[in-house]
């Protein structure tokens, strides 16, 4: 008799929780912003910053992770302090000719060519004209840093390409190039 009771009992028990569930309805969600979040306009007005600015500015005085300052400004004043002042900080073991004509080859050969003589691909092709071949400027690694890192007249800068020791191994290989004309 007792497993009757048993068994009655667990059928009621399941018809009970069977019928509570409704298939049409979504179970109950902890956290609905979680699952429905509410859609932004991408540059919309927003109270989640100060006077109602689209972004946040970064805090004064800080830089970007990674990034070295460079203590050149950029202009005709700041590149001639760079020519007659800066030198390279690698030491004679981190030069790397290898590397430093591999990244030549890769951001300056299309236009200054392989020889360093301003007669590149690009340039005979008559997409640029009057790249300067190295032979007739007077330049120092200091110099070349500053237009590597700054650009100069077409020359658009390569420091997003180039982290610091790059454009250092690119200025000596371009000093290897100049005394080899």
């Given at each position: 008799?007792?497993?009757?009771?048993k068994i009655?009992l667990?059928?009621?028990?399941?018809?009970?929780?069977?019928?509570?569930?409704?298939?049409?309805?979504?179970?109950?969600?902890?956290?609905?912003?979680?699952?429905?979040?509410?859609?932004?306009?991408t540059?919309?007005?927003?109270?989640?910053?100060?006077?109602?600015?689209?972004?946040?500015?970064?805090?004064?005085?800080?830089?970007?992770?990674?990034?070295?300052?460079?203590?050149?400004?950029?202009?005709?004043?700041?590149?001639?302090?760079?020519k007659?002042?800066?030198?390279?900080?690698?030491?004679?073991?981190?030069?790397?000719?290898?590397k430093?004509?591999?990244l030549?080859?890769?951001?300056c050969?299309?236009?200054h060519g392989?020889?360093?003589?301003?007669?590149?691909?690009?340039?005979?092709?008559?997409k640029?004209?009057?790249?300067?071949?190295?032979?007739?400027r007077?330049i120092?690694?200091?110099s070349?840093?500053?237009?590597?890192t700054?650009?100069?007249n077409?020359?658009g800068?390569?420091?997003?390409?180039?982290?610091?020791?790059?454009?250092?191994?690119?200025?000596?290989?371009?000093?290897?190039?100049?005394?080899?004309?």
């Open positions: 008799m007792k497993s009757v009771y009655t667990l059928f009621g028990i399941t018809i009970l929780v069977s019928s509570c569930h409704n298939t049409s309805a979504p179970n109950y969600q902890y956290f609905p912003n979680m699952y429905e979040s509410v859609g932004y306009e540059y919309s007005e927003s109270n989640a910053f100060k006077d109602g600015k689209e972004a946040q500015l970064p805090a004064e005085g800080s830089i970007n992770r990674g990034f070295e300052p460079f203590d050149y400004e950029n202009s005709t004043a700041g590149y001639e302090l760079a007659a002042n800066l030198k390279s900080p690698l030491a004679v073991e981190d030069r790397n000719p290898e430093g004509k591999e030549y080859d890769i951001y050969m299309t236009c392989s020889a360093g003589n301003g007669k590149g691909k690009l340039v005979e092709r008559e640029f004209l009057g790249v300067p071949s190295y032979a007739d007077v120092t690694e200091g070349i840093y500053h237009v590597v700054y650009g100069l077409s020359m800068s390569h420091s997003n390409q180039l982290n610091p020791q790059e454009r250092w191994l690119v200025a000596d290989y371009v000093l290897k190039l100049k005394s080899e004309l």
